[in-house]
């Protein structure tokens, strides 16, 4: 068994005029395949072959095991990403997810403001999340590849803050990538699924 490259939730121009349909082609069909494939090379012949994703990431944290843990997370993570945005995005969560943004955030606007200063304030290549950490939600961001899955905390969105997934419609003006991310294609959806 080998970890296949999961398929785009949409098609790569699905997320225009906010994420072009050139850097989704590079993102998804050059980065994040890169990540599986080279983590297929690393993990070739060895006990991890027969792991799934958080498990080989789990085992690789434990045994210190660098490049299979970059690989894997970087793969996770890529694929977590996809899903947590939608050509239907922004808006707001109801139910559960929007009674936790309220009691940690204040509201909508709130959370907005939280996550853009924790995307902004990532010093280079990273990621931002937003997680249940026990019973209470959180916003955390983690470098290079690392990742808050196969830990106690349990993931419910990201943003890839690295610059490959924004350069080449956003150069270096991060906070608009950031912007356009909570406004119009955040999938609550997901997030709130994510919950159970
Ligand atoms: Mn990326």
């Known amino acids: ?44 012949g060895t006990k991890l072959e027969k792991l799934d994703l958080p498990d080989i990431i789990r085992s690789a944290r434990d045994s210190a095991n660098t490049a299979v843990l970059n690989n894997a997370a ?3 993570n890529h694929e977590f990403l996809w899903n947590s945005m939608s050509p239907d995005g922004g808006k707001q969560p109801e139910g559960k997810l929007m009674d936790l943004i309220a009691t940690e955030f204040g509201d909508i606007g709130g959370f907005k403001d939280e996550f853009k200063k924790a995307a902004l304030g990532q ?29 106690d905390m349990q993931p419910l969105l990201t943003l890839d803050v690295w610059e490959h997934a924004y350069y080449l419609d956003y150069q270096n003006e991060r906070p608009g990538y950031v912007t356009a991310f909570l406004e119009n294609l955040v999938n609550w959806k997901f997030a709130a699924a994510n919950l159970d």
């Open 74 to 76: 970087q793969a996770w």
């Open 1 to 44: 068994m080998s970890i296949s490259l999961p398929a785009l939730p949409y098609e790569p121009n699905a997320l225009e005029p906010h994420i072009s349909a050139r850097t989704m082609q590079y993102h998804y069909g050059k980065h994040h395949k890169g990540y599986v494939a080279k983590l297929n090379k690393l993990i070739e």
């Open 123 to 151: 010093f280079g290549s990273g990621w931002t999340w937003l997680v249940m950490d026990g019973k209470k939600l959180r916003i955390t961001s983690t470098s290079n590849a690392d990742s808050p899955v196969a830990t």
